[in-house]
């Protein structure tokens, strides 16, 4: 295989991972998976399994798989569903022109013979979604980076750096406020109390790996990316290794622009700034309390306390 350039976005539940995958949809240089990434199977097992669902997690695989087996083995539901039950995925009106069956075909291309590597079958997952996709906006060329999202694979950006010692790996962190907010949007959120912990784990995890490997893992404010996002998405693309262009300033989908709710990408709705300020005020007085008190530690580390709109549950300096 040739030079593979991988991005992965990573966040939390609504706070802004999908928006900031949708912002970089468009730009000339990136082949931008069209949903999710979701690229966990269910062979990884470890200590945090029970903290999030396997499908975000980073896989393992087993010996001795065919690479059909090792095709299936990713769960990648958003798009499966999509290619095999249309009806039944949330994204059915999306204009995606793609046989799985050529996908799958591409893959086992792409893979080669044994032994097959756990990288090698990431690459090949990306790589045969691009080349089976028959109306993507533009045509791929060498040279351009994949880049995927799933929620919180920021986790597991040691495992990713071990694959890919080249790799990205942006991760989005949101005001707790705002992000438990639009998870109340879901049929079935968390509890408040879950939501919390997980908000620590996620954040103060990838901020250990951000040390440990600073050109590969950065942390970027959600607040940012929504208060400026000419500032934001020129120090987002040189970290990632591609110029700035204008279409990282909206939204899209396939090269389109999403002129309203991101939705169905995702349960941010708007990626604004007054949005994300004004959702807070739907949130209970006991709510915001209880918020304020589970995560001030290391929202103060990420400087919530110095925006105006947050610095009343963070004390400001």
């Known amino acids: 295989?040739?030079?593979?350039?991988?991005?992965?976005?990573?966040?939390?539940?609504?706070?802004?991972?999908?928006?900031?995958?949708?912002?970089?949809?468009?730009?000339?240089?990136l082949l931008v998976y069209p949903f999710e990434s979701q690229l966990g199977n269910r062979n990884f097992n470890d200590f945090l399994s029970s903290v999030e669902r396997v499908q975000y997690r980073y896989p393992e695989f087993a010996e001795g798989l065919t690479p059909a087996e090792l095709y299936e083995q990713i769960i990648d539901e958003e798009m499966k569903t999509f290619l095999r039950k249309r009806n039944g995925s949330k994204f059915k009106d999306a204009n995606l022109e793609l046989d799985e069956k050529e996908r799958i075909a591409d893959f086992v291309k792409i893979i080669g013979q044994a032994p097959h590597f756990r990288r090698n079958v990431i690459e090949a997952f990306f790589r045969s979604t691009f080349s089976s996709w028959k109306n993507y906006y533009t045509p791929q060329r060498e040279g351009m980076t994949y880049v995927g999202y799933s929620p919180t694979v920021g986790i597991d950006a040691d495992r990713i750096v071990r694959d890919f010692p080249q790799a990205r790996i942006v991760h989005i962190v949101r005001n707790p406020f705002s992000a438990y907010r639009d998870t109340k949007r879901r049929p079935f959120p968390q509890t408040l109390t879950r939501y919390l912990i997980t908000w620590n784990i996620y954040h103060s995890t990838v901020e250990m790996f951000a040390k440990m490997y600073p050109d590969n893992v950065r942390i970027f404010r959600y607040e940012d990316l929504v208060g400026d996002k000419k500032a934001f998405m020129n120090d987002a693309s040189t970290f990632i290794g591609v110029d700035f262009e204008p279409?990282?300033?909206?939204?899209?989908?396939?090269?389109?622009?999403?002129?309203?709710?991101?939705?169905?990408?995702g349960t941010v709705l708007k990626s604004t700034a007054e949005?994300?300020?004004?959702?807070?005020?739907?949130?209970?007085?006991?709510?915001?309390?209880?918020?304020?008190?589970?995560?001030?530690?290391?929202?103060?580390?990420?400087?919530?306390?110095?925006i105006p709109y947050l610095a009343e549950y963070y004390g400001a300096d």
Do not use: C
């Open 1 to 29: 295989m040739s030079e593979f350039n991988f991005v992965m976005i990573s966040a939390g539940f609504e706070h802004g991972g999908n928006v900031m995958h949708r912002h970089l949809d468009g730009h000339s240089k």
């Open 275 to 306: 949005y994300n300020e004004e959702i807070i005020s739907d949130l209970s007085a006991q709510d915001k309390r209880q918020i304020a008190d589970g995560t001030r530690a290391l929202a103060r580390h990420f400087g919530y306390h110095k």
């Open 247 to 265: 279409s990282m300033l909206y939204p899209s989908w396939n090269g389109e622009e999403i002129k309203d709710n991101i939705a169905p990408w």
